[in-house]
C-alpha cells in the first residue's frame, strides 16, 4: 500500500518561511517523480514543484526563486521550502508521487499552510 505523509504547515507570518516534508512508503521512491501542489479555497490545485528521480526540478514562474524542492533517496522523503510568504500563500499544500510512464498518481492527504499575522 502505498503512502504519502505529509508533516509541518501551519500557521506561518507574512514574510516568513515554510518547509515541508513528504515520507513516501510501500514504493520504490528512486522510480518516482515527487512534487508539491497547493490549493487555495475556491480554486484549483495548482503546481508547486516537482523534482525528477535524476534532481531536475521545476516550478512555476508565480513561485520561482522563492522555492525549493529537494529530495532524500535514503529517506524516501521530498522536501519543499518556500520564503518571503504572503497570505496569497495560504493553502492546503499536498504532496504526490507520479509513476512514469503510468497513469498511476498517488496523492497525501494534504496539510494546511496559513500565512497571517
Known amino acids: 500500500q502505498v503512502q504519502l505523509l505529509e508533516s509541518g504547515g501551519g500557521l506561518v507570518q507574512p514574510g516568513g518561511s515554510l518547509e515541508l516534508s513528504c515520507a513516501a512508503s510501500?514504493?520504490?521512491?528512486?522510480?518516482?517523480?515527487m512534487g508539491w501542489y497547493r490549493q487555495a479555497p475556491g480554486k484549483p490545485r495548482i503546481l508547486v514543484a516537482r523534482?525528477?528521480?535524476?534532481?531536475?526540478?521545476i516550478s512555476p514562474n508565480a513561485v520561482k526563486g522563492r522555492t525549493t524542492i529537494s529530495r532524500d533517496g535514503a529517506k524516501s522523503s521530498v522536501h519543499l521550502r518556500m520564503h518571503s510568504l504572503t497570505p496569497e500563500d495560504t493553502a492546503i499544500y499536498y504532496c504526490?508521487?507520479?509513476?512514469?510512464?503510468?497513469?498511476?498518481?498517488?496523492w497525501g492527504q494534504g496539510t494546511q499552510v496559513t500565512v497571517s499575522s
Open positions: 523534482i525528477s528521480p535524476a534532481g531536475t526540478t
Open positions: 510501500g514504493i520504490d521512491f528512486s522510480t518516482l517523480v
Open positions: 504526490n508521487a507520479d509513476l512514469p510512464g503510468s497513469q498511476t498518481s498517488y
